[in-house]
């Protein structure tokens, strides 16, 4: 496979237990990962714009409510504990406790649901965020802890499963994305990036004078979504 990499992970996937091992998210997120680790490395492949969606959902966006607000210390997940390792390291840092790094709904309108379904991905989980200016979701590496198909099929092969990002909104002035050692900036809205979440660490910010939002899509890969990763660039119609 060419861009998709680090598929054998299964093992290590599932093996959310050895974080009671550490008493920081960052540490055991490094000891799991597969990425390099190393700041000076030039990078082209930390992550690939793949697909351009075309459409108007700007009527959907603004009607939108987000009862959620992530911060450092609430991640809104219901019935999930909450995660202390994680507060660790942002208070570490130097991070305010408490501060917000952007709102989120899984109240996605019909129109949106069709946007997420252009990845032809199993199990999709989709959530909108909003990241207002002054917000800012610092530097981490996913676990892909709260999937609801998780809890429902435990036989899921969680190599095969991936995180997808799409801009809903175009890039403005201020408006940070970082994968790994590489920035992610002028995109327009449909725009859907893909990178190894579990293993290169990324951070977002909005240092700008108008809101981003993104729509986040979790699922397990099927043969089309592959070739769709794999393949040039290309835009589609919703």
């Known amino acids: 496979m060419g861009f998709i990499k680090y598929q054998n992970r299964d093992e290590i996937s599932r093996n959310n237990l050895a974080r009671k091992n550490f008493s920081s998210k960052w540490e055991y997120t490094k000891a799991v990962s597969q990425w390099h ?61 408490g501060m917000l790094q952007y709102d989120r709904t899984y109240d996605v309108p019909e129109k949106l649901m069709k946007v997420a379904e252009k990845l032809h991905l199993k199990h999709p989980d989709v959530r909108i965020h909003r990241q207002t200016p002054g917000m800012v979701a610092p530097i981490h590496v996913d676990t892909f802890c709260s999937h609801p198909a998780m809890d429902k099929d435990p036989t899921l092969e969680i ?65 089309k979504t592959i070739e769709l990763v794999e393949g040039p660039y290309q835009r589609v119609k919703l």
């Open 37 to 97: 680790f190393d700041k000076w490395q030039k990078e082209t492949d930390s992550y690939k714009v793949f697909l351009g969606i075309e459409g108007d959902w700007q009527k959907e966006i603004a009607s939108l409510e987000y009862p959620i607000q992530v911060s450092t210390t609430n991640y809104g997940f219901e019935g999930k504990d909450h995660d202390s390792i994680i507060e660790n390291d942002f208070v570490e840092w130097g991070y305010n406790t």
């Open 159 to 223: 190599s095969m499963m991936r995180r997808f990002v799409i801009q809903l909104t175009d890039w403005d002035w201020g408006h940070f994305w970082n994968f790994g050692n590489a920035p992610w900036q002028q995109w327009r809205a449909g725009d859907v990036a893909y990178f190894e979440s579990r293993d290169v660490v990324h951070c977002t910010a909005n240092a700008g004078k108008s809101a981003r939002v993104t729509m986040i899509v979790t699922g397990w890969m099927t043969d």
